[in-house]
């Protein structure tokens, strides 16, 4: 079994990382250069980046700030947010993104994740997943524009789907959990763990250090957190002795 990685998230919105709770209220944590090189110092394998009103706004992402996140980070900076064609993938990635997250555009157009597998490689494309318990087949449902849209899709139909398109890695969102402190969604992650043939990154309900050790105990391949990380309840290092505590390996 790999290493567990820890990603801290910086959603970002006006050029201010934001955080709130199931998505709504969001209150301002930081400049996202500031918050990315501070984690990259205390230890984290890599950082997401998510420009979380770009979908909703109808705009693409800021290069500008994923430059100059890149000229100081030096691990894989994951870019996500107002990805709509072939060409954003390319302009991020030529901006020092290494991994470029897609999620509403997909499913409008799911032949893009297609295009973009085949034109970078599937190690770029990490699908963005923000999932609700919805009265569908698994239990669980879609959603789009940052979680404001519900769609039709049902998630694990969808998984298959994109994994078939070429996604490298799942980034798989809580809405229900998402800010809430309360632990990450053990039995979506299960869930999705099951039908996976790569590798799944929970996100959504850390809040205490034995969280992050459940969601790895279910199959987690990376751990995803934000507030806690941007509030100093603790580190990426306490995360990652509180799980060589519990016997999982990290890097």
């Known amino acids: 079994m790999p290493a567990v990685r820890i990603i801290p998230c910086l959603d970002v919105a006006a050029g201010r990382v934001v955080k709130g709770v199931n998505f709504q209220n969001l209150k301002d944590s930081g400049d996202p250069v500031e918050l990315a090189s501070r984690y990259y110092l205390q230890g984290a394998d890599e950082v997401t980046f998510l420009d979380v009103a770009a979908t909703h706004e109808n705009r693409g992402t800021m290069l500008e700030m994923v430059t100059r996140c890149a000229e100081q980070v030096f691990i894989p900076l994951t870019v996500g947010g107002g990805v709509r064609q072939l ?15 897609v999620g509403s555009a997909g499913i409008k157009r799911p032949e893009l994740l297609a295009e973009i597998s085949k034109e970078h490689g599937d190690q770029v494309l990490v699908i963005s997943l923000d999932l609700k318990r919805a009265p569908t087949p698994s239990g669980f449902g879609v959603t789009s524009h940052g979680g404001r849209q519900m769609t039709e899709l049902d998630a694990l139909d969808w998984v298959r789907k994109v994994q078939d398109l070429g996604a490298g890695e799942l980034l798989v969102n809580s809405i229900d959990a998402d800010g809430t402190r309360d632990g990450f969604d053990l039995e979506l992650i299960e869930a999705i763990k099951k039908i996976s043939h790569v590798p799944v990154i929970a996100s959504g309900g850390a809040g205490k250090l034995e ?6 105990n279910v199959g987690a391949d990376a751990l995803l957190a934000a507030s806690v990380f941007h509030e100093g309840l603790f580190t990426i290092s306490d995360v990652k002795d509180s799980l060589r505590l519990a016997g999982l390996e990290v890097r």
Do not use: N, P
């Open 87 to 101: 060409q954003d993938v390319t302009e991020l990635l030529a901006s020092g993104a290494d991994k470029v997250s």
């Open 211 to 216: 969280h992050f050790v459940a969601a790895a």
